[in-house]
Structures are given as C-alpha cells and as structure tokens.
C-alpha cells in the first residue's frame, strides 16, 4: 500500500503566475483534501473532493481550483500568483466524503511567490 | 478569527515526564476533535481523535481529554520519548462541515533528556 504522494517538492514562481500541484491518494482512498499551510500557521482547509465532485470550500477565493481524476489523484491550480501564496500545500486523503475519516497527509510541496 | 487555538506556541518536557498540550475552540458546533503530529519535511500524521459525545480517549501513551463545558481539550503523552519532538497540531470539524477541518497553529515538543 502506497501513502500519499506530491509532486514538486519545492517551487519558486513569480507574481502573476498560474501554477498546478499534484498529489496521488492513498490505495482505496476516494477523497482528497487541500491545505495551505502559511510559516507559523496551522494547515488552512481550502476544498476538498470526493468522486471527483468538490465537497466543501474554506475561505479561498476561486482562483484556487482543483480537480479530482477518476483514479483519484488530485490537482490544485492557482491563478494569477501572489506574495502571500507563498507556503507549504498539503493534500490528505480519506477514505470517506464526511471528514471523520482519519485523512492522511503528504509531505508536501513548498511554493515560493516572487 | 480563530476558532482553534493553542496558545502555547513550544513546550519543553524532561524526558520520563508527562507533555500536556492544550487547545481552545470557540465554536460550539465542532462534535469531533483531533490531534496530528509533524515532524520537519514530512506531513502531519494523525495522532488521536475524540467525539464530542465523549470526554476522554485513550490510545496507550496518548490520552486526550475534552471538556465541552469549557471549549478545551487537552492532549497528553505519558512517558514522554525523544521521538515525541514534534510539532503537535489540535482540530476541529463540525457534523454540518465535516469536510472541513480547522486546524491550530500548532505547540512545538520538546523533549530533553
């Protein structure tokens, strides 16, 4: 059984830009969750999928989309890049749509904003 | 404005003793609670979790306690190890929003010999 994967591991953008993350759920898992976590801060819930249909959104404007594929691996693009977007993204899958399955977490791709 | 708080941003535990973590939230909707853990490069991994229709739960070194009354819970590790050293994060999700979890900023644990 594979764990949640990302990929980049680290990137570096610039103001303006549009960038796309990758993560691959855990075998069996059908939801994926996204999380922003900002230096000093806790991880930030910005949407999550099941069946590839969005299940519940955090406070992020819609130039944070996703997209959930059929095998259940998982994109999140960001349009129009700024400062403050600069931080540690997470995915977390589960195995459930309502969340009180225990989500397991990737390490993580580091993005910096220029 | 945030609705789960650890207000104690480190801790320092001789090794042996017991690490108390703590966290507040102030939203009387969240029924289910959970403590993660991160170590540096990696994500967090979940630790343990509590319903609200529960006050405490026990899974061996690991015990964490909810007071619904007060809007607290607590984490608390006994003894406390070296590999215990970690960032420590407290969440919260609510049966209407269960998808969606708020998390503390998180306690950093250290644990000295």
């Known amino acids: 059984e594979t764990g949640v994967t990302q990929s980049p591991t680290h990137l570096i953008k610039t103001r303006g830009q549009q960038v796309t993350l990758r993560c691959s759920s855990q075998?069996?898992?059908?939801?994926v969750s996204w999380y922003q976590q900002a230096l000093g801060q806790g991880p930030q819930f910005i949407f999550q999928y099941y069946r590839e249909e969005e299940n519940g959104r955090g406070n992020f404007p819609p130039r944070f989309s996703g997209l959930q594929f059929p095998n259940y691996s998982s994109e999140l693009n960001v349009n129009a890049l700024e400062l403050d977007d600069s931080a540690l993204y997470l995915c977390?899958?589960?195995?459930?749509?309502?969340?009180?399955?225990?989500?397991?977490f990737g390490p993580g791709t580091r993005l910096l904003v220029l | 404005d945030q609705q789960v708080k650890q207000n104690s941003p480190s801790l320092s535990v001789q090794e042996g003793r017991i690490s108390i973590l703590n966290c507040d939230y102030t939203?009387?909707?969240?029924?289910?609670f959970l403590w993660y853990k991160k170590y540096p490069a990696e994500g967090p991994t979940f630790l343990i979790s509590i319903s609200s229709i529960k006050d405490k739960n026990e899974d061996g070194r690991f015990t964490v306690f909810l007071n619904k009354s007060a809007k607290h819970l607590s984490l608390h590790i006994v003894p406390s190890q070296p590999g215990d050293s970690a960032v420590y994060f407290c969440?919260?999700?609510?049966?209407?929003?269960?998808?969606?979890?708020?998390f503390g900023s998180g306690t950093r644990l250290s644990i000295r010999p």
């Open positions: 969440a919260a999700s609510g049966y209407s929003s269960a998808s969606k979890i708020i």
């Open positions: 075998s069996g898992h059908n939801t």
């Open positions: 939203n009387s909707m969240f029924d289910y």
């Open positions: 977390a899958s589960s195995a459930a749509d309502r969340g009180r399955e225990t989500q397991y």
